[in-house]
């Protein structure tokens, strides 16, 4: 269980959790948070005149920015599929492989988290890999 003065550390990460889409009850599990706590954090969240508190907001604008992105990205493709290769200038061509390069990182982190998750709840354990491995894994991921 966590311990009085924790919570400038973990309400950064119970809020992310929430934001990737995790229950209250995960999110109590995994950080040995009481829900009581994690209810209260969030509550205490939301400004005065807000609709939604913190969490929410950082679930929805999560959610909302990857679904975006994807959105242009399929658009920017159909477009450039659609007119003749004589028309399509390199600025094109460049924003359409950048878009595919953020998403396709955006994947990879979201995977490297479930693994990472997955390992350290105990629900799998890196078969081939030690824990340096995995490490140098999740930072080469994460592009640290």
């Known amino acids: 269980m966590a ?3 924790d919570r400038g550390h973990l309400e950064p990460q119970a809020t ?3 934001a990737d889409g995790r229950s209250m009850s995960e999110i109590a599990a995994l950080l040995g948070v009481s829900a009581t706590s994690l209810s209260r954090w969030k509550s205490e969240s939301q400004r005065p005149g807000d609709e939604m508190d ?3 907001r950082a679930r929805r604008q999560k959610r909302s920015n990857i679904a975006r992105l994807r959105d242009l990205f399929e658009d920017q493709l159909a477009y450039l599929e659609a007119i003749a290769a004589c028309d399509r200038s390199p600025g094109m061509m460049d924003t359409l492989s950048k878009m595919g390069a953020l998403l396709e990182r ?18 799998e354990t890196p078969k081939t890999m030690t824990a340096e491995e995995l ?4 930072k080469s991921v994460y592009g640290i």
């Open 3 to 5: 311990t009085k003065g």
């Open 16 to 18: 992310r959790l929430y």
């Open 54 to 56: 913190g969490w929410e």
């Open 106 to 123: 955006w994947d990879k982190v979201e995977k490297a988290q479930r693994i990472v998750e997955a390992v350290f709840e105990g629900k």
């Open 135 to 138: 490490q140098a894994k999740i």
